[in-house]
């Protein structure tokens, strides 16, 4: 069984991973910078095969030990939330920089990496569905928004580097939109955004005219595609598109969240503009294509947007009882 270093390990994605690994008997260190009093996504996990370690993947000293000490090492750490990286662009490339950093300064032949990078590396291409192979096209450095997008594509070229030229066994896996409970709603992610507006009775926000498209991945499905590439070796250097392939527009979305909880609701359009602060640019459609990683891994995701939706509302509820 692996030993299992898991950098963002107490965020949302981070969490369900590691439930998943200590149940196939996998050891697991969560690297995260959350205070033990804010581990609530961590708080099943009092297993001998867990520990948690608090800091930052800039402390070299600590990140190299960890690194040292592990066969699989997961980078999941990163800035989350379009707010936020616009108003932190700087921590945001500084997160991805330093932990792709001290992985290349580090890293051996007999470990094994999964990078998590993001769908928002597709930018502006007007391809649908987006293929990994497509050339991107990002906005101007001015819209800090980029900067997330703008560091996961480095942090993927550095790394392709490394598999390249000192044969490190790695994966890079982007994720499109992942949802399920235990998202945090505080980073204003569009699906725990509406449901605990529903949960609250009040008005359903859908920003700009509604008609922008995104796909959800519930995030059950985003560990199971992790641990499909981990364990092919086939896919090694490689970039797989993890997400759903069921394309909606945020306004459907709204509507369909409110007559699956709460029909009375009224839909909100805002603005951008009075939502959104300067630097944000909206992304109108992205749906991934899945085709690759089913043809290497077999993987495929297998819940609907309506089961995901409800499991995400089941689980706020009772947690905002
Ligand atoms: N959005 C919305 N209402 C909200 C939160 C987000 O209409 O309360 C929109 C947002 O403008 C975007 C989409 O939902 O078009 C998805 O936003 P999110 O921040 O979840 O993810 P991303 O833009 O990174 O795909």
């Not at 099943?44 to 930052?56: A, D, E, I, T």
Request: charged share 20%.
């Amino acid at each position: 069984m692996a030993k299992c270093l898991v950098t963002g390990g107490a965020g949302f994605i981070g969490s369900h991973l590691i439930s998943r690994l200590l149940c196939d008997d996998h050891s697991v260190v969560a690297f995260d910078h959350a205070p033990l009093d804010k581990l609530n996504n961590l708080f099943n996990l009092n297993s001998s095969s867990f520990k948690y370690v608090r800091g930052s993947v800039s402390d070299s000293s600590l990140f190299r030990d960890l690194i040292n000490d592990a066969d699989h090492i997961y980078l999941l750490a990163a800035t989350l939330g379009v707010r936020r990286v616009i108003e932190k662009p700087i921590a945001t490339a500084n997160i991805q920089v330093d932990q792709v950093r001290e992985i290349c300064a580090t890293v051996c032949a007999h470990q094994k990496i999964f990078y998590a990078s993001t769908s928002e590396v597709y930018g502006k291409s007007n391809a649908s569905p987006l293929t990994e192979d497509l050339p991107l096209v990002l906005g101007e450095p001015g819209k800090a928004r980029w900067a997330y997008a703008c560091s996961k594509l480095l942090s993927e070229y550095l790394l392709l580097s490394l598999y390249r030229d000192k044969n490190i066994p790695l994966v890079v896996g982007r994720f499109f939109n992942v949802v399920g409970p235990r998202q945090n709603q505080a980073y204003g992610a569009v699906v725990p955004n509406l449901l605990s507006q529903a949960i609250k009775g009040i008005p359903l926000t859908v920003f700009g005219d509604g008609t922008q498209t995104r796909s959800f991945c519930h995030v059950s499905d985003a560990v199971d595609a992790m641990l499909s590439l981990m364990n092919n070796d086939s896919c090694n250097g490689g970039v797989y598109n993890i997400g759903n392939d069921e394309e909606i527009s945020i306004g459907d979305l709204a509507d369909k969240i409110r007559n699956l909880f709460n029909p009375i609701l009224e839909i909100k359009m805002i603005p951008y503009e009075d939502v959104m602060p300067l630097g944000f640019e909206e992304i109108l459609h992205r749906v991934p294509s899945l085709n690759k990683i089913k043809r290497y891994t077999g993987w495929s995701s297998k819940i609907k947007l309506d089961e995901a939706l409800i499991d995400c509302f089941m689980t706020l509820k009772n947690t905002s009882i």
